[in-house]
């Protein structure tokens, strides 16, 4: 997601982009809007309240979203994931299911992924044990959620 600042009110506009179209063009893709890692006050306080102070067990210190146009498009991401030798699943839970359970209705729609990416980059950084969470989400939802009501997430 880009996040290109309009001339007319100074506001962030939320534009979707392919990531194809980015890979050419250095400028677009510096206005890419990254997730930032997790606050170490945040993090600590997660830690704390909810892992007995075992920081370990933090799994959401680096999150990213990616925003497909189809659910086939999810599918073919997932299926990559799972044959590159690099990535090591660890979790996948899926929201965007209507069968699921009543508690999965009222939150974001989503295919929430926990992962280890083991590599000799990620073990030279002692980096290969730590889990990130992956969100894969469609663009029809994430258009629909605003700034304000999806403060706990940051949208790409």
């Given at each position: 997601?880009?996040r290109?600042?309009?001339?007319?009110?100074?506001?962030?506009?939320?534009e979707?982009?392919?990531?194809?179209?980015?890979?050419?063009?250095?400028?677009?893709?510096?206005m890419v809007?990254?997730?930032?890692?997790?606050p170490?006050?945040?993090?600590?306080?997660?830690?704390?309240?909810?892992?007995?102070g075992?920081?370990?067990?933090?799994?959401?210190?680096?999150?990213?979203?990616i925003?497909?146009?189809?659910p086939?498009?999810?599918?073919?991401?997932?299926?990559?994931m799972?044959?590159?030798?690099?990535?090591?699943?660890?979790?996948?839970?899926?929201?965007?299911?209507?069968?699921?359970?009543?508690?999965?209705?009222?939150?974001?729609?989503?295919?929430?992924?926990?992962?280890?990416?083991?590599?000799?980059?990620?073990?030279?950084l002692?980096a290969?044990?730590?889990?990130?969470?992956?969100?894969?989400?469609?663009?029809?939802?994430?258009?629909?959620?605003?700034?304000?009501?999806y403060s706990?997430?940051?949208?790409l």
């Open positions: 997601r880009q290109p600042i309009s001339a007319k009110n100074e506001q962030p506009l939320t979707f982009r392919r990531w194809e179209d980015l890979a050419t063009q250095p400028v677009a893709r510096a809007l990254w997730t930032p890692m997790k170490y006050y945040k993090a600590m306080a997660k830690a704390i309240h909810h892992y007995r075992d920081a370990s067990r933090l799994t959401d210190l680096a999150r990213e979203t925003v497909f146009e189809t086939a498009d999810i599918a073919k991401c997932l299926r990559a799972v044959d590159d030798h690099e990535i090591e699943i660890v979790r996948v839970r899926s929201t965007l299911d209507p069968r699921g359970p009543a508690a999965w209705w009222a939150g974001f729609k989503a295919v929430y992924i926990k992962l280890r990416i083991v590599n000799d980059v990620s073990r030279n002692a290969s044990s730590h889990v990130c969470e992956l969100i894969l989400t469609l663009k029809s939802i994430s258009q629909a959620v605003s700034t304000e009501s706990d997430y940051v949208l």
